[in-house]
């Protein structure tokens, strides 16, 4: 069975210094990943995803997001935070030829002045 | 184009009384999903809608949950009675496709509070 763990429920940064939200998953077969992100009062939207054509994946809003099968991680970075991050960031895996989404528990990402 | 659109966004209601709510996918997709986030859990698959059918409801918590998906289009998710802990956001998604990666775009989702 797919699972995904989000360490941290809650990260805090200063504004302009780096962003690492941190996820690792578990699964039998090769995964496909993702990052979502849900601001205040709106839907989940898709960051980025991993779908095994390259292990570093580029999103929206200059975030990235690596996979390493080594350490069965899809960590998520963006150089320097900006205050419009303030957000909670949701990683998922889906099963290979399934397109059944499980998600994380979603660590919410507090930009400090 | 239009998003994925649910109704309503807040809904309060007592314990053992009826709530149906509603999701519009976006126009062509034939994949239609629902999610629920209880607070402070992770958000949970419940179903998969393929146009009209049920494709995998593995997630449904209870036979008070009763999803239907006439004609293929909009989705309505009825609870029946409602029990407190069924309190949570409840998230429509829907998909062009089935298979690896296919993109999934969600609605604001439907929060629901039984008192």
């Known amino acids: 069975a797919q699972s995904v763990t989000q360490l941290g429920s809650h990260v805090s940064v200063s504004e302009g210094a780096l962003v690492l939200l941190r996820c690792n998953y578990s699964?039998?077969?090769?995964?496909?990943l993702f990052w979502y992100v849900q601001y205040p009062n709106q839907g989940l939207q898709l960051l980025l995803k991993y779908t095994s054509a390259a292990t570093l994946v580029k999103g929206i809003n200059g975030f990235e997001a690596e996979f390493k099968k080594s350490e069965t991680s899809f960590h998520l970075t963006k150089p320097s935070a900006h205050m419009s991050d303030a957000a909670e960031y949701f990683c998922a895996v889906s099963p290979a030829l399934d397109d059944k989404i499980i998600f994380g528990k979603g660590t919410r990402l507090h930009i400090l002045p | 184009e239009a998003g994925v659109t649910q109704f309503p966004s807040h809904s309060v209601i007592e314990k053992g009384q009826t709530v149906t709510l509603r999701c519009d996918p976006i126009s062509g997709h034939d994949n239609l999903y629902w999610y629920r986030r209880v607070m402070g859990k992770e958000i949970k698959f419940l179903l998969h809608f393929v146009k009209e059918s049920k494709q995998d409801e593995s997630g449904m918590p209870n036979n008070r949950f009763l999803a239907e998906r006439t004609g293929g289009t909009y989705s309505t998710l009825k609870v029946q009675p409602a029990e407190l802990e069924d309190s949570g956001v409840y998230f429509c998604?829907?998909?062009?496709?089935?298979?690896?990666?296919?993109?999934?775009?969600f609605g604001e989702g439907s929060r629901l509070t039984v008192l």
């Open positions: 699964s039998s077969v090769p995964p496909y």
């Open positions: 998604a829907s998909s062009q496709w089935t298979g690896k990666g296919g993109e999934l775009f």
